[in-house]
C-alpha cells in the first residue's frame, strides 16, 4: 500500500461517520497531478480533535500522536516507516466554509469529505490550481499571519504558480509584520525557498515583497558594495550568482555539465551521493550548501578598503569575519549546532582552495593534507562552493583563472571525496607511546610531532611505526 493510501486508511477507518473533511496539501496536490513518496494529510474535524487523533493513532500502530499547538488545537500522527503524517485540526468558525476562508491560499482553502463526494470549494481553488494562479483566500490573509508573506514565495516557487497582482500587493503591505514572527517559522520557510530550484527567482520575489530587508538584513547590505576589477557584479549580484551555480551543481543535471568537466568530470556519481546525504535540520548536504553560497560573501561590507596607493578594492579577512556572521544569522533563525558549525566552516574556508592555484602545480600531497585537514569535516562542500564561487566571478582575465580553477578542483576532489568516505589515514603512533620513545612529556610539543607525523604519513614519507619514530627524533 502506497503513504498516501495507508495513511488516508487509517484516517478514514479511525473517523469512520464522523464530520470530518481531508483539507490543504494532499487535495490541492492531486488536483495539480503531484504525486510523491511521502504523504501529509491535513484532517478538520467538527469535534474533539485530541480523541480524533489518538483513534487515528491506535487504527494505525503509529509511532507518535502529540499535540502541535495549544492555541488552535491541532495534534500529530507520525507513521511508524515516516512514510506518511497526518494533522488534525478542529473546524474554526461556525462552518466549514468559515474554516476555509481562514485559509492562506486558495489552492489550499479544498476540501473534500472523508467519506466521499464531491470536493468543497467555496472561493474557487480549483480553478485557480487550473490555471496555475496562486491567489489569497482572504484580504486579511496576510494581516492574519505575516508569515505567509514568506509561504507566497515558497509555495510559488515549490508549485510553480504565479500569484496575482492582489495578492502581491497585499504581501508587499504586511511584510513589516514579519518582524514579530517567530525566527523558528521564519528559518522554515527560508529553508524551503532556498531548497527550491528556483531558490534565486524566490529571493528576487522576497527583495520585490520587501521582505529580504526583514528576514536577511544581511543579504540586502551586499546591494550596491561594489569590487574588484577581477569580479563583473557587485557583492549582492554576485552572491546571487553564486548560489545560482551552487542550484545547478546540486542538482544532478548540473554536474554533468560541459563546463564542470575538469572538475567534477568522474566523481559526479560520489558528488551526487554526498550532496544528498542527510545533514540536519531536515536538509541535506546539498541544501546546506546553498546556504553556505548565500553567506560566503556576507562580511563583504564590514571588510571593505580601498588601498590608498591603487586604489584597488580589498575585503581582508572576510572569511574569517564572515564565518561569525553566518555562524550569527543561524543562531538568529534558530537553526540547529550543527548547520551553523557546517555553513561556517563554508564561509571560513571557501577562498583556501583559490590560494592554491598560485602554488606549483600539482600540489604536493604535503599541500593537499594540509587543505583536508584545515577543510575538514567540510572538505568536499567548500571544494564545490569554491568552484561555484570561481564560476561566477568573471571580471578581468577571467577566463584563465576559471580554467586554472576547475582543473586544481578537479585534482582536489578526489582526495576530497576519499577523505569523507574513508577519513585520514589512521595513526603510526599514539602519542602516549611517542611520549614514551622521545622521553618527553605529553602536551604541545607532542602534538606537533603527531600533526607532522600525520602529514608525513599521507604524503608517503612514512609508512611504519619504526619510519615514523625515526622521523620524530629527527624532528627533536
Known amino acids: 500500500m502506497s503513504a498516501p493510501s495507508a495513511g488516508l486508511e487509517a484516517v478514514r477507518t479511525a473517523l469512520a461517520g464522523s464530520r470530518a473533511w481531508i483539507v490543504g496539501g494532499a487535495v490541492r496536490d ?85 467519506d466521499g463526494g464531491q470536493p468543497i470549494d467555496p472561493l474557487g481553488g480549483l480553478a485557480d490550481v487550473r490555471a496555475r494562479r496562486l491567489r489569497m483566500a482572504a484580504p486579511a490573509a496576510f494581516a492574519d499571519d505575516p508569515l505567509r508573506v514568506l509561504r507566497l514565495v515558497r509555495v510559488a516557487l515549490e508549485l510553480d504558480l504565479e500569484a496575482d497582482a492582489d495578492t502581491l500587493r497585499e504581501a508587499r503591505a504586511a511584510a513589516a509584520g514579519l518582524r514579530a514572527v517567530a525566527s523558528e517559522r521564519v528559518f522554515t520557510e527560508l529553508r524551503r525557498i532556498l531548497a527550491a530550484t528556483g531558490a534565486v527567482g524566490g529571493l528576487r520575489m522576497m527583495d520585490e515583497l520587501g521582505a529580504t530587508a526583514i528576514v536577511l538584513p544581511e543579504l540586502e547590505a551586499l546591494r550596491g558594495v561594489q569590487q574588484s576589477r577581477f569580479h563583473h557584479l557587485d557583492v549582492h549580484g554576485h552572491t546571487l550568482e553564486v548560489l545560482d551555480r ?66 584597488r578594492i580589498t575585503f581582508i579577512g572576510h ?117 614514551r620513545a622521545l622521553g618527553i612529556p605529553t602536551g604541545p610539543r607532542i602534538g606537533a610531532l603527531l600533526a607532522e607525523l600525520a602529514a608525513a604519513q599521507y604524503s608517503g614519507e612514512v609508512s611504519t611505526r619504526e619510519q615514523a619514530l625515526a622521523y620524530a627524533r629527527e624532528l627533536g
Open 30 to 114: 492531486r488536483a495539480l497531478g503531484r504525486t510523491g513518496d511521502r504523504a501529509d494529510i491535513d484532517v478538520v474535524v467538527d469535534g474533539d480533535p485530541a480523541a480524533a487523533a489518538r483513534g487515528v493513532a491506535r487504527a494505525a500502530g503509529a509511532a507518535a500522536c502529540f499535540a502541535l499547538s495549544e492555541e488552535f488545537g491541532a495534534w500529530r500522527i507520525v507513521s511508524r516507516d515516516h512514510t506518511w503524517q497526518v494533522d488534525v485540526e478542529p473546524m474554526r468558525g461556525d462552518s466549514l466554509a468559515d474554516d476555509l476562508a481562514l485559509r492562506d491560499f486558495t489552492v489550499n482553502a479544498i476540501a473534500e469529505p472523508l
Open 246 to 311: 551552487t542550484v545547478q551543481l546540486t542538482g544532478l543535471e548540473g554536474l554533468s555539465g560541459a563546463e564542470l568537466g575538469p572538475a567534477v568530470g568522474s566523481h559526479a556519481s560520489a558528488v551526487a551521493t554526498l550532496l544528498a546525504e542527510p545533514l540536519a535540520d531536515e536538509m541535506t548536504r546539498g541544501e546546506a550548501l546553498r546556504w553556505g553560497a548565500l553567506l560566503h560573501d556576507a562580511a563583504k561590507p564590514l571588510t571593505r578598503e580601498v588601498r590608498p596607493g591603487d586604489g
Open 319 to 435: 572569511d574569517a569575519s564572515g564565518a561569525d556572521l553566518a555562524r550569527a544569522v543561524l543562531e538568529r533563525l534558530h537553526a540547529s549546532e550543527r548547520l551553523r558549525a557546517h555553513v561556517a566552516g563554508l564561509v571560513r574556508h571557501h577562498l583556501r582552495l583559490g590560494f592554491l592555484v598560485h602554488e606549483r602545480q600539482p600540489l604536493s600531497r604535503r599541500t593537499v593534507f594540509d587543505y583536508l585537514h584545515a577543510c575538514s569535516p567540510v572538505e568536499v562542500d567548500v571544494t564545490l562552493l569554491s568552484i561555484a564561487d570561481r564560476l561566477a566571478t568573471r571580471g578581468e582575465r577571467s577566463r584563465d583563472s576559471i580554467d586554472a580553477h576547475l582543473r586544481l578542483a578537479g585534482q582536489v576532489l578526489a582526495d576530497a571525496l576519499r577523505w569523507h568516505q574513508e577519513g585520514p589515514p589512521g595513526p603510526l603512533l599514539r602519542g602516549d607511546e611517542l611520549a
